[in-house]
């Protein structure tokens, strides 16, 4: 199959002359912007991209950033081709990311030379930095991958899109690294990702996506509405108890939350209108089994479920303390998952093993995965 590169240019008689210049080698997929480039290159996974810079509704620049904040796409390489000649330019390009830098009006033999070249460096590259151990998890259609290739290998390709998944382990068993590597690579691949922090600390969890990301997570909203993050911990550490053990108002404020949740997810387009799916983490649901009856909090997770096909596919990521929550309690929410993934901690590594899972055949084993 031969090789695909796609050529972004706001000029269509570039476009016919690039096509012309390479489709007798090469796949040319074309695109008229940066904007129609970037969801043409997460569709197409293109080989190389040779992209003009000045262009309406997304620039190269920008979209040679974006390029190379996306899991799959990163080490694409990028060509601009632009009638912007100075040095400031050329700089700014590679700063962006970009692999070479040609100036408008240019010469088609020597353009289709560099491309070759290109390629042809990037394919040794990658043979030689892939031990035949290592070889790339694939994922098939229909799933999502976890961000830790590990995992993804157990479940023969990642987790069922709209999948809810109830993640058990005591603390520093590694939950909430996994929890935070499910979010970047969402992140990463611009997809729809929303952390609700409930027991955890929301700036620490913000500097660890940060290490993760390259850069703040805020941004990712800023620019994209990529990402939006909850801090649900001093609403439920705030939670009264009266003294026969009910919770005073129990509907009305797990209700406060349901409402965050959807509140987000509107802005992020998980919703039943836009149907964008993506990813969830509520980390973790412990403290909701402190404050409420087990009907309310059944109630609360029923209706998180439902909403993953409602809403686009949206695959769900919920943790939960071992050993704080009664076994007899846990069980009557394990019915409502899709799968529940143990993990434990060991001589400093951390492990995992898929416990239940409805929908897929997992080797019942303990992995490491950090």
């Known amino acids: 199959m031969p090789r695909k590169i796609l050529v972004v240019d706001d000029d269509p008689s570039i476009l016919s002359l690039l096509e012309n210049c390479l489709s007798k080698k ?42 190379r904040f996306h899991s799959q796409l990163c080490d694409v390489p990028i060509v601009m081709l632009t009638a912007l000649g100075r040095d ?34 990037t394919t040794r590259a990658a043979q030689a930095k892939a031990p035949p151990w290592e070889a790339p998890v694939e994922i098939p259609k229909g799933r999502i991958s976890t961000g830790l290739k590990k995992i993804d290998a157990l479940l023969g390709g990642g987790l069922p899109i709209s999948s809810n998944i109830l993640l058990i382990g ?51 909203y800023e620019t994209n509405k990529l990402l939006l993050m909850v801090d649900a911990s001093s609403w439920a550490t705030g939670l009264k108890k009266a003294p026969s053990g009910q919770t005073l108002e129990s509907f ?23 149907k ?14 402190a404050h409420f009856e087990l009907p309310v909090l059944q109630g609360f997770l029923a209706n998180l479920i439902r909403a993953s096909t409602t809403h686009g596919g949206v695959t769900t990521i919920l943790t939960l303390e071992e050993g704080v929550v009664e076994e007899r309690l846990v069980n009557n929410i394990k019915y409502l998952m899709d799968g529940v993934f143990e993990t434990k901690k060991e001589g400093g590594n951390l492990f995992l093993r898929v416990a239940t899972m409805k929908w897929l055949e997992v080797p019942d084993q303990w992995i490491r995965f950090e």
């Not at 997929?29 to 810079?53: H, M, S, Y």
């Not at 070759?116 to 460096?121: A, F, H, I, T, Y």
């Not at 499910?182 to 940060?210: C, R, W």
């Open 252 to 274: 009305q404020e797990i209700n406060y939350l349901a409402r965050a949740i959807a509140d987000a997810g509107l802005e992020l387009g998980q919703n039943p209108i836009a």
């Open 276 to 289: 964008r799916g993506g990813r969830r983490v509520i980390d973790s649901i412990s403290s909701l089994f």
């Open 170 to 220: 005591p603390m520093g068993s590694g939950k909430s690294f996994l929890c935070r590597s499910f979010i970047a690579e969402g992140v990463k691949g611009y997809e729809p990702s929303l952390f609700v922090a409930m027991d955890d600390n929301l700036t620490l969890v913000k500097e660890k996506l940060n290490n993760l990301l390259g850069r703040p997570p805020l941004e990712f």
């Open 26 to 67: 090469y796949l040319v997929i074309l695109a008229k912007d940066g904007e129609e480039a970037l969801k043409k290159a997460f569709v197409t996974r293109p080989d190389l991209v040779i992209t003009d810079v000045m262009m309406p509704k997304k620039n190269g620049f920008e979209l040679c950033n974006e390029l």
């Open 88 to 121: 400031e330019d050329k700089l700014q390009g590679f700063r962006m990311g970009a692999d070479d830098f040609i100036v408008k009006p240019f010469s088609p033999s020597e353009l289709k030379e560099r491309v070759d070249r290109l390629l042809e460096r």
